[in-house]
Structures are given as C-alpha cells and as structure tokens.
C-alpha cells in the first residue's frame, strides 16, 4: 500500500492510495464470501449459492464495502505511520479500480490542529475578595424590599423626574406611525396603552423622560426625540420621531420598612438579624462560585492568547451556527422583534462566529492538555453525569440517554465532562491571587460607568 500525504491549510490533510491488486483481491475475496454466506438466492439453500453468481448479482454493493473497507485501512495505516491527529474523513475521491483489481483513490482528512502547548501549570489568575460587606448584606436585602414594593397614585402635583408614570403614547415619522415608516424599529418604539416607565435619563430615548416632566394628569404633550446616531435599529438611528404622549396616572414606590416583621415575610419564622446572616451566607456561597468560574474564564482566556493554529472550519461552522441558535433565542425571549434580529443579523453572525472560533480553539487546547495529563471520563463519571442531569430536568437517566442519543449528542457531552476535569486540574494547579479591595469612591464610580 502507497501512501502520499500533502497537508493543506485549515487542517486538512490530502492522502493519495495506491493499493495493490493483492491486497484488493484479498479483500474482495473476504467480502464476496460474506455475501455468499448470507444471501438467499432462488434456485439455492441459504449459504451455498456459487461464489461467481453472488459477485455477479451484488457486484455494486460488493465494490463499496470493498472500497469502504480499503479507505478505512489506508487511514488507519495513515494515521499510524505519520501521527495524525485524526478527527473525520471528508470526502473520498478519483476511486479507480485497475483491470488488474488494483484501486486508488484520494482521501481528505480533517485533522485537529498543530500547535505547541505553552505552560499550563501555574497560570496567573486574579479574583475579587470574597469577604462579604455590610454594605453587600444592605444591597441585597434592599432588592428584596424591591420586590415587595408597592405604588401608590399621586394625584396632587405634576410628575417629576425619577416617578413612575404610566401613560399612553403614540410616535410617528413624517405622519406614518412608528412601526410602519420603520417596520424593524418594533411596536415598544412605536406606541402603548397604560406604559409604565420610570423618568430617567436612560428611559425610553435621551431627553424622554425630560420632556415629559411637569406634565399634569390628563395631560397631553407632544414633541420631538432625534433618535441617537448609534441605535441598533440602523433604519431608524439618526431619525425623528414625533410623540404624542397622555400622562395616565402618576405612581409612587413604597418600600417595606426593614424589621422583623419584613423577614418574616421573607422567610417565615426568621428575625431581621436572622435574615441578615442568611443573606450574608448566601453572598459568600455565590462568591464562591463566581471566583470559581473567574479563575476558568482567564484560565481559558489565557490559553487561547498563547496558542496560534489554524482551526478545521467545519467544526466552526457547526459552533458557529449553535452559538447563533443561541443568541436568537435568547434574543427572542428578551422581547426583541423578529425585524430587529433580521436587522442586525450581520452583527449577530459576526459575533458568533468569533464565540465559535474561541469555544473550538478552546477545546483543541484543553483536549491537548487531558492528552498530555492522562485526564479521562471513566464510566462511573458519565453514569454519575448523566443521572444528575436526569435529576436536574425533572426526568429519568433511562429516558435521558434516549433523548441524548437521538440528538447524536454522546461525543458533544463526554467533552463537556472531559472539559470540566481538565479545568478541574488547571484551577487546582493555579496561582490564585485577590484584587485589592476598592474604595467606596472607586466603586461608585465603576458602577456608575
């Protein structure tokens, strides 16, 4: 068997067969016996119709297993002699069987990238403090006291900025509603009954919120917001819009005063001290878990900087195209119009694809690592994975493999499993240090930002 090997850009890699008549004809043989062996023919018993009259009569499905088995050997010995990082056939081309029952044909090999592995063990990385503040506890029992807030209407004065306001608007450009002169810029944009908002600078469009400050109860206002230069709708950035907006009512939030009976509300039977001490445990434990996965973002982060290859584009092509399913979604489920996404759907793809490019590369590394380490998933470890996302999604391991290997999902979850243990082994091995904590001033200003 001659084999000839030419490396191509974007890991492939071109094999050219040539493979004796013997070494076919021996196949052949073999492949044509199993028919023989199997086949139910008239006129003969199960197994003894003649060798000649089964080639004869499977002649085409016997030259593809032939061919399909000979690709297979030649790949293997390819793979063997030349130490190729194997991952995928591509395409099988120029088959030619010879009078003399010799064959040649030329593979294409999509092969994992080459690339030098730099120094893993030790990687720096940096974390917040994890000490839990007062002021942390005050924060986090104030967003529960939001969420027990009540409104009340105000009736006696105009509204002001920072109330709540609900009120029914209309927005136009040049006389057409909103939604029909720019149909991506969404219904939100283009009009309401009974809105909420909260007059801030940051509500709805700059200048907003200002515009209707002062307004009276009944009252209607109309005026003009130019709508900012960089807005993701790019068919209406740089537009005017016309609004005519009635203030319905205006709204006060009430806040729950903090004591004893608040957490009890909370969490029946607890005090207010009480409640402070489960925040404060409930802060550190997602601490915990936000330090952990900081350490594996800048562990990963700092991989990909060091590590330059090529990447197989058909493995990006597929990341590519979960990591936009992905962010559609998410979209969708935030309320964003199907004509925004449309919109923006270069944007989207372009972002995408650089997530995809990143999330592959990073999984050729940290595969290279488990390689170097002898990092596997035993079995007990997938059974045990398995059953705790049964218990997660509410169903049974039984029916969860099923649902797995319908969606041909095995190999994606055994490196997601493999993955998590070699980022295991990294963060162990890790030089973990805290940031200095920040001055109140310097926070405020970070927040702010």
Same mark, same amino acid.
């Given at each position: ?11 492939? @890699? ?10 076919? $004809? ?19 018993? +199960? ?46 081309d ?6 003399d029952?010799?064959?040649?044909? $030329?593979?294409? %090999? ?12 030790g990687?720096a ?6 000490e ?42 040049? *006389? ?23 007059? !801030? ?12 400050? *002062?307004?009276? %109860? ?50 029946? *039977? ?27 973002? &800048?562990i ?11 990447? +197989?584009?058909?493995?990006? &092509?597929a990341? @590519? ?14 309320g964003?119009s199907?004509?925004? %996404? ?8 372009? $972002?995408? @694809?650089e997530?995809? /490019? ?6 050729? %590394? ?17 059974e ?21 290997? /319908? ?11 493999? !993955? ?13 240090? $805290? ?15």
């Open positions: 068997m001659n084999l000839q090997l030419d490396n191509l850009p974007n890991c492939i @890699t071109s094999l050219r067969a040539e493979i004796p008549a013997a070494e076919v $004809t021996t196949v052949w043989d073999n492949v044509v016996g199993e028919y023989a062996r199997q086949v139910k023919l008239p006129g003969y018993r +199960p197994g003894k119709a003649p060798k000649g009259i089964v080639e004869a009569r499977f002649k085409k499905e016997i030259r593809e297993e032939v061919q399909s088995r000979l690709v297979g050997q030649a790949v293997r010995k390819a793979i063997d002699e030349h130490k190729l990082r194997y991952l995928t056939v591509q395409n099988v120029d088959v030619e069987f010879g009078d029952k010799s064959l040649s044909f $030329t593979a294409t %090999i999509i092969t994992a990238p080459s690339f030098e592995l730099p120094e893993y063990k990687i990385v940096t974390i917040p403090p994890q839990v503040t007062d002021e942390e506890v005050q924060a986090g029992l104030d967003r529960l006291r939001e969420q027990g807030a009540t409104f009340e209407d105000l009736t006696d004065r105009a509204v002001e900025l920072e109330d709540y306001a609900v009120i029914t608007y209309q927005g136009t450009i040049d *006389g057409k509603p909103v939604s029909e002169a720019v149909p991506a810029a969404g219904r939100m944009i283009s009009g309401n009954n009974d809105f909420w908002i909260k007059l !801030t600078q940051e509500a709805f469009f700059p200048g907003f919120s200002e515009k209707l400050a *002062g307004t009276k %109860i009944g009252e209607t206002r109309e005026f003009d917001i130019e709508v900012p230069a960089d807005f993701p709708v790019a068919d209406l950035a740089g537009k005017t819009i016309h609004y005519s907006v009635t203030l319905n009512a205006i709204k006060k939030k009430v806040l729950p005063e903090l004591n004893d009976d608040f957490a009890a509300k909370v969490i029946p *039977g607890k005090t207010l001290e009480e409640l402070k001490e489960i925040a404060r445990n409930e802060l550190s434990r997602q601490k915990e878990f936000d330090a952990e996965q900081e350490k594996r973002n &800048q990963v982060k700092y991989l990909i900087d060091k590590v330059e290859c090529e990447l +197989p584009e058909g493995h990006v &092509q990341e @590519t195209h979960r990591v936009l399913t992905d962010i559609i979604q998410q979209n969708q489920a935030r964003v199907e004509e925004t %996404i449309k919109a923006n759907q270069k944007e989207l793809l372009a $972002t995408a @694809t997530t995809a /490019r990143s999330r592959v590369k990073a999984a050729f %590394i940290l595969a290279r690592i488990a390689e170097e380490e002898k990092i596997r998933v035993s079995r007990e470890e997938f045990q994975s398995i059953n705790l996302m049964a218990a997660r999604y509410g169903t049974t391991a039984d029916k969860l493999k099923k649902d797995i290997e /319908r969606a041909g999902s095995f190999d994606r979850l055994h490196e997601e499993i493999l !993955t998590g243990k070699v980022l295991d082994f990294l963060v162990a091995n890790a030089t973990v240090s $805290t940031k200095a904590a920040e001055a109140p001033a310097e926070a405020a200003e970070a927040k702010q930002a």
